[in-house]
Nanobody
Framework: QVQLAESGGGLVQPGGSLRLSCTAS????????MGWYRQAPGKEREFVAG???????YYAASVKGRFVISRDNAKNTVWLQMSNLKDEDTAVYYC????????WGQGTQVTVSS
């Protein structure tokens, strides 16, 4: 059974940091592309960051330089380190993974507010 379990969301002030974690099971993690998407209220889900099996990373322009995606294949875990958070980063963040990013987690809420 495929599972992607996100954690680490919460409330943070503008300029603050959070680290999201996603632990996967039920598929070959080391062969999988992994990524993070987000969905803000009233908006479509959008790509945030991705990391390929060869550890190449990709970022949306809106988060480049502020967010870092990383993975540990031994722990079946991918992280999203978010720094210098802005109000517009408020969203539900979803972990996704698989050869075609076909698996999704339930999401974790990130709220950036003073």
């Amino acid at each position: 059974q495929v599972q992607l379990a996100e954690s680490g969301g919460g409330l943070v002030q503008p300029g603050g940091s959070l680290r999201l974690s996603c632990t996967a099971s039920g598929f070959s993690f080391s062969d999988a592309k992994m990524g993070w998407y987000r969905q803000a209220p009233g908006k479509e889900r959008e790509f945030v960051a991705g990391i390929h099996p060869n550890f190449d990373t990709y970022y949306a322009a809106s988060v480049k330089g502020r967010f870092v995606i990383s993975r540990d294949n031994a722990k079946n875990t991918v992280w999203l380190q978010m720094s210098n958070l802005k109000d517009e980063d408020t969203a539900v963040y979803y972990c996704t993974g698989g050869k075609l990013l076909e698996n999704w987690g339930q999401g974790t809420q990130v709220t950036v507010s003073s």
